[in-house]
């Protein structure tokens, strides 16, 4: 290995038909190149998508009502009916493994008429009631001020929380939102906390800056909602599964309202942890064909170092012949091709991989300039250490494979044919 004449032998070797060289380790460097490529830009979707769950507790599910579609009990077909606010005490009390339930009601949205008014400014929202736990729930940052909490729950304060895109809509450039009021349907709420979504909040970043949130009490009461619950929130410990809970919370809630265990649409739902698996499950099978592709490729690169070797050798059938009659023996004439195919391997390997760190470097510098990074589903295509220690571990192996038959080949000529051929 660290003989130097061996390697002055293995440069003259491969520098002696330089064109050729070049053209068999391109096959090496275009499949390791196509590899990182396809693994970062893997990499990089992920990390997009990722960022637009950031801050959300993905092991959620959320829960509302619907018409019923059997009767039961003597119940009518097509009965509407209401969540109420007893329903989550019981539900924290019947599942422990829930982290948080937290019942919402909402009013407002685009189909809405102007439902809020500071001024002379009016403008339409989506008002949310809500608990303080939302938003360990929900991917939202306050940058100023603070968002509801239990005292406000518990004295039914009227104050409110707004996003970015309100203060659009109702305030002057530079003005001062915290200790202001809006009029929510005739009444009005002091602002005492601005939010900002995280992420790109999946591709609804612009329209998620556009809520108010008050508390869960004082919209029911300053709503007329009773003890009315639109909705809940619900999520479950780390080490629990919402998805595993979800059968046995919807036959929870059914016997508590009367509903036929049978009924699938009375109560609608959505499981944002199955949904965050499924596309989960997505980037394993992308990373798989990166690497399927890559490999291939690879191979194919491969494939032409050993064609190129086999040639080679037989070039090199005289030399090998005097070699064998000076007594060197088979194990060095192996070595003496394994060594080359390896370091043309490796040399023509490597380079493909700084080429697509370069690459990847460029992209991200690009990516980081642009204004709207931050709603992107794209971001910091990159390949951690160990897939560089696996590429390199492809490299070693794929060089043994390129030259092992050429190198057996060799060894296989006898001397006295080798002297013989012209």
């Known amino acids: 290995m660290f003989d130097r004449d061996k390697w002055t032998e293995i440069l003259e070797a491969l520098t002696a038909n330089t064109f050729r060289t070049i053209l068999t380790a391109f096959g090496v460097f275009w499949g390791?190149?196509?590899?990182?490529?396809?693994?970062?830009?893997?990499?990089?979707?992920?990390?997009?998508?990722?960022?637009?769950f950031s801050g959300m507790a993905t092991n959620t599910m959320f829960m509302w009502t619907q018409p019923t579609s059997k009767p039961y009990k003597g119940l009518p077909q097509t009965r509407k009916f209401n969540f109420k606010n007893d329903d989550v005490p019981a539900l924290k009390e019947s599942f422990p493994d829930l982290l948080y339930v937290s019942p919402r009601n909402q009013l407002g949205g685009i189909d809405q008429k102007n439902n809020v008014i500071r001024g002379t400014k009016t403008a339409v929202f989506n008002?949310?009631?809500?608990?303080?736990?939302?938003?360990?729930?929900?991917?939202?940052?306050?940058?100023?001020?603070?968002?509801?909490?239990?005292?406000?729950i518990e004295l039914r304060r009227k104050v409110a929380v707004i996003g970015q895109g309100v203060i659009t809509g109702l305030y002057e450039n530079g003005e001062e939102t915290i200790g202001t009021y809006i009029k929510v349907n005739g009444?009005?709420?002091?602002?005492?906390?601005?939010?900002?979504?995280?992420?790109?909040?999946?591709?609804?970043?612009e329209q998620a800056q556009k809520n108010i949130f008050v508390p869960f009490t004082t919209f029911q009461q300053?709503?007329?909602?009773?003890?009315?619950?639109?909705?809940?929130?619900?999520?479950?410990?780390?080490?629990?599964?919402?998805?595993?809970?979800?059968?046995?919370?919807?036959?929870?809630?059914?016997?508590?309202?009367?509903?036929?265990?049978?009924?699938?649409?009375?109560?609608?739902?959505?499981?944002?942890?199955?949904e965050f698996k499924k596309i989960l499950g997505l980037f394993t099978i992308l990373r798989f064909i990166a690497y399927f592709v890559g490999t291939l490729v690879l191979l194919s690169g491969v494939i032409g170092i050993s064609n190129i070797m086999l040639i080679v050798v037989k070039e090199r059938t005289k030399e090998i012949?005097?070699?064998?009659?000076?007594?060197?023996?088979?194990?060095?004439?192996?070595?003496?091709?394994?060594?080359?195919?390896?370091?043309?391997?490796?040399?023509?390997?490597?380079?493909?991989?700084?080429?697509?760190?370069?690459?990847?470097?460029?992209?991200?510098?690009?990516?980081?300039?642009?204004?709207?990074?931050?709603?992107?589903?794209?971001?910091?295509?990159?390949?951690?250490?160990?897939?560089?220690?696996?590429?390199?571990?492809?490299?070693?192996?794929?060089?043994?494979?390129?030259?092992?038959?050429?190198?057996?080949?060799a060894i296989k000529i006898k001397p006295v044919d080798a002297l013989r051929t012209e």
């Open 127 to 152: 008002i949310y009631g809500d608990y303080p736990e939302y938003i360990k729930q929900e991917s939202m940052d306050i940058i100023k001020g603070r968002f509801v909490n239990y005292q406000d």
């Open 32 to 52: 390791i190149f196509i590899l990182v490529i396809l693994l970062a830009a893997g990499n990089g979707l992920e990390n997009g998508v990722k960022k637009g």
């Open 321 to 409: 012949g005097i070699r064998r009659a000076l007594g060197a023996t088979p194990g060095a004439i192996r070595s003496q091709i394994l060594l080359e195919a390896i370091f043309l391997t490796i040399s023509a390997g490597m380079l493909g991989i700084a080429a697509a760190t370069g690459i990847l470097m460029l992209i991200n510098k690009v990516l980081d300039g642009m204004p709207n990074k931050d709603t992107m589903m794209f971001a910091n295509p990159s390949v951690d250490l160990s897939v560089v220690f696996f590429a390199l571990i492809i490299l070693v192996g794929s060089g043994l494979l390129a030259g092992l038959i050429p190198a057996q080949t």
């Open 187 to 205: 009444i009005n709420f002091m602002v005492v906390g601005v939010y900002k979504t995280k992420g790109n909040n999946n591709g609804n970043a």
């Open 222 to 274: 300053a709503f007329n909602f009773g003890d009315k619950v639109g909705w809940m929130a619900i999520t479950a410990n780390d080490n629990a599964s919402i998805t595993d809970l979800k059968p046995k919370i919807l036959e929870f809630i059914k016997s508590r309202h009367s509903i036929n265990p049978d009924d699938e649409r009375a109560i609608g739902n959505f499981d944002l942890f199955a």
